[in-house]
């Protein structure tokens, strides 16, 4: 590996999260509207050094929403090597992929989406990125539609490609619409959890599982 590749993953001047070493994977939890998507979108996107690739699984939204959220928060994707995994596109009758832009049935299609998203990291790196952030936006749509242990299996799967590769992987998960213990083993599948809370309007995170970063509540 390259002094380039072995160069921590770092991010947004604003958020309060130190740098961290390829290989890691983090899993993003917090509740609608508390700024856990934009965050966990942020974590893959901004920071960037254009020389990184990127990877999307998107769950709950399009493909083009997705990259049109990606537009509003950090500028885009524009000029960087990147692929999205659509879920949601070929449900509402949409059948039209492309090179950057890989649809799958549904949600439920685990296969399809380990597939494509394997498929989409080999093109990003094949095209000349050596370091590769990948987000999946969100796990709490796939447990709607598969079992608990079969996601903790995909996690587990997914996650050891990223560490394999050097990458930096993105998990986001709504804590409210799943138990505690769910949360905390999928977890346990990641090198550190992101927490995120709205605390009357003001938004914090904390982070767990890395020694080198701060674990008390820092608004972002």
Known sequence: MSQRARRKYRFG??????????????????????GARRLAIRLVTDGNDRD??????????????????????CGGVNGSQYGVVDCVSRQQGRDQSDDHVALVSSP????????????????????????VRAGLYSLS???MY?????????VHTIGGRIDAADGLGVFLIDPTTQDERVISTIAQFCDA????R???????L???GLDSQSREWNAF
């Open 13 to 34: 001047d604003d958020l309060p999260i130190d740098g961290v070493d390829p290989g890691t994977n983090l899993l993003v939890a917090g509740p609608a509207m508390s």
């Open 52 to 73: 990184e690739g990127m990877v999307f699984v998107t769950t709950n939204k399009s493909g083009e929403r997705l990259l049109s959220q990606c537009d509003e928060l």
């Open 108 to 131: 439920s299609d685990l296969t399809g989406i380990g597939i494509e998203f394997s498929g989409l990291y080999r093109d990003v790196h094949a095209n000349g990125c050596e370091r």
């Open 141 to 143: 749509t796939l447990l």
């Open 146 to 154: 598969a079992e608990f242990r079969t996601i903790s299996r995909f």
């Open 193 to 196: 959890r992101v927490d995120v």
């Open 198 to 204: 709205d605390d009357d309007g003001a938004r914090e």
């Open 206 to 208: 904390r982070v767990r």
